[in-house]
């Protein structure tokens, strides 16, 4: 693979739980030019310190710059490049499918097919929850576009490293 090659790199990020510090991470990918696909913070089992997940599609070069300015970031505690083949990564999506009497029923048997669940009924439509890999989101969204999309919302991904091996520092 040559270094130039873009791909998708999935960095887990600890961070001090601090005013701004979602502004500085934006901040450094946005004054560099860096392609951030998501990123999602949310608190850790650990109070006082968060978890970013970010996605970027990035040469080799480029994701070890990242880490390396993520590093620099003062709240910054500890990054971690996550590998495809061994790490859980999700993300949940809604979306309002037209459903009526005459197609309600095929509607949910979709759904059923990719283990998502119908959250809300209404005379015309469903709304629908999914969570899963890209690949899945992707498919339902192409079994359920015959029926008519007619909104569509999905988050960013979460992810963590399989096996026993944390990422965050060992409670005291």
């Known amino acids: 693979m040559a270094q130039n ?19 500085r991470v934006v901040g450094m990918f946005s004054r560099r030019g860096y392609s951030l696909v998501s990123l999602v913070s949310a608190h850790t089992e650990t109070p006082g310190i968060n978890r970013l997940t970010i996605v970027v599609d990035a040469s080799e070069v480029i994701i070890e710059q990242v880490t390396k300015q993520l590093n620099k970031l003062v709240p ?40 998502a669940r119908v959250v809300d009924v209404a005379k015309e439509s469903v709304v629908v929850e999914a969570t899963g890999t890209p690949g899945k989101l992707a498919a339902l969204i192409e079994v359920l576009e015959p029926f ?25």
Do not use: C, W, Y
């Not at 999935?10 to 005013?19: H, K």
């Not at 999506?93 to 009497?101: E, G, I, P, R, Y």
């Open 148 to 172: 008519g999309i007619r909104e569509l919302v999905q988050s960013g991904h979460v992810a963590l490293g399989r096996g026993p091996k944390a990422t965050a520092p060992k409670k005291k």
């Open 76 to 115: 910054v505690i500890k990054v971690v490049e996550l590998k495809e083949d061994s790490t859980v990564a999700r993300a949940i999506m809604l979306v309002k499918v037209s459903a009526d009497n005459s197609n309600r029923a095929q509607v949910v048997d979709a759904v059923n097919i990719f283990r």
């Open 5 to 23: 090659d873009v791909n998708r790199h999935t960095l887990s990020v600890l961070v001090e739980d601090i005013e701004s510090i979602l502004a």
